[in-house]
């Protein structure tokens, strides 16, 4: 898969920051001496855990090198390393494991929570966020569409979705033998937008880069035409000429 496109997922900036920013709040701990932003991305999330842990040593982590060197520009002050989540370990002392929309995309990620609990100290925190939304119509188009067309045989398109989010009862099940503390609950955002081109535009920032990563160009914006037709009759203007997308998220906070 190509790498991702820092500009892109920006252009939401303000939406895409909500949910961290409602996961900070949520967090135990009212002092930190290491806190590691994993999958920081373009570092919006890294910059409220530095405005709320000022005296922390903060870092971030990702494995796309345009969404560090986005990271980097922003917050020169703090480190930011590229890595493989699925292998990566955290340090010694780390206080705080803080995971912003990341672990939908990390294959068999329950085990890898599981594990990185696991190698945090007594009173260490893992926060994380994912979207819960594969069951909604922009995601089931997605799959829809790239069921049909001329792109129908690509292997690639074929095994671009993103996998259901095992139920809160599982990650309940796994977690708690490993923690002091464990909070689960689910947030839905109706994030306002422009239009249903906007939706599209949201989305080829996250759950559509897979399908296009597996098209050549032409052929990637004859799928973006297609999925855009079928968004514009799932998801109807309002009576301002907005329109609405709900946006379901699973949150985890777990005390070590």
């Not at 409602?22 to 135990?28: N, S, V």
Request: charged share 20%; glycine share 6%.
């Amino acid at each position: 898969m190509s790498d991702w496109s820092a500009a892109q997922y920006l252009k939401f900036e303000d939406e895409r920051t909500r949910p961290p920013r409602d996961l900070i709040a949520q967090i135990p701990l009212a002092r930190a001496a290491r806190v590691i932003d994993v999958g920081c991305g373009p570092g919006n999330s890294t910059e409220l855990l530095l405005a709320r842990y000022p005296d922390a040593e903060v870092t971030g982590l990702d494995s796309s090198p345009d969404m560090l060197t986005q990271a980097r520009a922003r917050l020169p002050q703090c480190a930011f390393i590229e890595a493989d989540l699925s292998s990566w370990a955290p340090p010694q002392g780390t206080d705080l494991l803080f995971a912003n929309a990341v672990f939908q995309w990390v294959p068999d990620h329950p085990a890898v929570l599981r594990r990185l609990i696991q190698a945090l100290p007594a009173g260490g925190v893992l926060a994380v966020q994912m979207p819960d939304n594969t069951g909604e119509p922009a995601l089931a188009l997605m799959r829809e569409v790239a069921s049909r067309g001329p792109w129908a045989k690509s292997a690639g398109v074929n095994h671009a979705a993103r996998d259901e989010l095992p139920p809160p009862t599982a990650y309940y099940d796994l977690l708690k033998p490993v923690a002091a503390q464990l909070d689960i609950w689910h947030t839905v955002y109706n994030h306002v937008m422009a239009g249903p081109e906007a939706i599209v535009e949201w989305f080829k920032g996250s759950a559509l880069r897979p399908f296009l990563s597996a098209l050549d160009p032409a052929m990637g914006k004859e799928f973006l035409a297609t999925y855009l037709g079928e968004i514009k009759q799932h998801y109807r203007p309002r009576h301002d000429g907005k329109v609405l997308l709900p946006f379901p998220r699973l949150f985890l906070v777990a005390v070590r």
